[in-house]
């Protein structure tokens, strides 16, 4: 059974106890990421996620990783546009510990001028790292289509400016602004009590702070029309991003959107595969998925494509976005995407990791905790023509946009546009490899 309690400085705290299992979950999820960062600051969330390894008033950097490791262990947090996670799965009788260290971390980081200089330069090179891997930043270029000028649309990780830019008093009041109470979950999965839980909750974190953080920049309207956005490299393999602004994660059709989603592109069986790859070989790599935020969301289509069969690829893909908005799909596919969907969810939820971040997720991106029987119950409702209705909404030519990173030439740009149905929006980044984005 799910329980959960609120604190009185706004603390939420969930927990499912699994007796049969012999390790904890424990993970702090704190609502906040990228997407609350002015230009200025830009990557501060990030940059911040980084700096709390680096000690806390009762642990050193060393203590931090040993104490957790050192019991067999696992120890990691992740930064995302609109929420941060520090997160460790232990053996069961270590997570009191486990707990005491995280919290400290969350309560008390250090953030000293030596470590935010040091971890500056760390967080650059991991910056071109991520630039000079196509597949990655075909999606960073993908962003700043469907969400131009908005924090949304910049790269989560900052740039060059933003990052030198940052200072350790900034990177403190990030912290005292963002990492309060009623904007902190703190759930566990595993072989734990919840009463343990809240007391050693209310003990570490009791007196956090519980002023209100800044709220974040909302979406403004859809982009009216379609873009594309080229990166032309002398490399091996083109990479493509095409993607649809889509639903926000409480959109009543999320649960419709998830199964079209493994129809066109979801698994081995799905349409995309089949066409792209199976049937036609034009792609080592294609797969759909799908992004939900508190405003917005995003359907989109990656792909690693043979350089000469780059166009062709691109007119399939749209083949199909157009065959299920016209066509819909059949009583097979239905049944099958809906068997996958619950059978996946089913599946991730046995591991005591992804449970605990399902809990810490569903608590701060809707108020609620998610129920896997009323989720089924939900799936199962859904009908043929809901799908088709969902893809006609979000699979239409004025929402749709591509990204491509790869050796193009004009005449494959300009094929790449009449095809996506562009409007004079393309843009286009010539660069050699090798070159730096910082």
């Known amino acids: 059974m799910i329980e959960q309690t609120t604190l009185l400085n706004g603390i939420r705290i969930v927990s499912l106890k699994i007796k049969e299992r012999d390790s904890v979950a424990l993970g702090f999820m704190i609502g906040s990421g990228g997407r609350y960062e002015p230009d200025r600051i830009k ?3 990030h940059f911040l996620e980084h700096i709390l390894f680096k000690g806390s008033r009762q642990y050193s950097c060393d203590q931090i990783k040993e104490l957790i490791e050192g019991v067999g262990g696992s120890l990691n947090a992740f930064t ?24 400290d971390m969350i309560r008390s980081p250090l953030i000293t001028a030596k470590d935010v200089d040091k971890e500056r330069s760390v967080i650059m090179e991991e910056a071109k790292m991520y630039h000079d891997l196509p597949h990655y930043y075909v999606l960073e270029l993908l962003d700043g289509l469907l969400w131009p000028g908005h924090p949304l649309g910049k790269t989560l990780i900052g740039n060059k400016e933003s990052l030198t830019a940052i200072t350790q008093r900034e990177l403190r ?24 839980l809240v007391r050693v909750t209310k003990k570490s974190l009791g007196t956090l702070s519980d002023h209100h953080r800044d709220e974040c920049l909302p979406v403004s309207e859809k982009n009216p029309h379609s873009q594309t956005s080229y990166d032309i490299r002398p490399i091996e393999q083109m990479h493509l991003a095409m993607g649809c602004l889509a639903y926000p994660v409480a959109h009543p059709d999320r649960h419709t959107l998830n199964i079209m989603n493994i129809i066109l592109g979801g698994n081995m069986s799905s349409r995309l595969f089949n ?28 792909a690693g494509v043979d350089n000469h069969k780059l166009i062709d690829a691109v007119k399939v893909i749209r083949k199909e976005f157009n065959r299920i908005r016209k066509s819909g799909i059949t009583d097979g596919e239905l049944k099958r995407a809906k068997d996958y969907y619950i059978g996946q969810l089913q599946l991730g939820l046995e591991d005591t990791l992804e449970h605990m971040l399902w809990l810490a997720d569903s608590l701060m991106s809707l108020g609620y905790q998610r129920r896997l029987k009323q989720i089924v119950l939900a799936v199962r409702k859904i009908r043929k023509k809901d799908v088709q209705r969902v893809a006609c909404e979000i699979l239409h030519a004025s929402n749709l946009h591509l990204a491509v990173v790869g050796p193009l030439n004009d005449a494959q740009c300009r094929q ?13 980044n010539e660069r050699e490899i090798g070159s730096s984005v910082l």
Request: hydrophobic share 35%.
């Open 80 to 103: 995302s546009e609109e929420k941060t996670c520090y997160y460790a799965k232990i053996p069961a009788p270590h997570w009191n510990m486990t707990h005491r260290v995280l919290s």
């Open 173 to 196: 009041v990030f912290s005292r602004q963002h990492y309060v109470g009623h904007n902190l979950v703190v759930a566990a999965c595993g072989k734990i009590d919840h009463q343990a």
């Open 416 to 428: 790449l546009d009449r095809s996506v149905n562009s409007k004079n929006s393309q843009k286009r």
């Open 275 to 302: 066409e792209v790859r199976e049937k036609r070989g034009l792609a080592y790599s294609i797969a759909t998925s799908v992004k939900y935020l508190k405003d917005t969301g995003v359907f989109l289509v990656r």
């Open 43 to 45: 990557g501060a969330a």
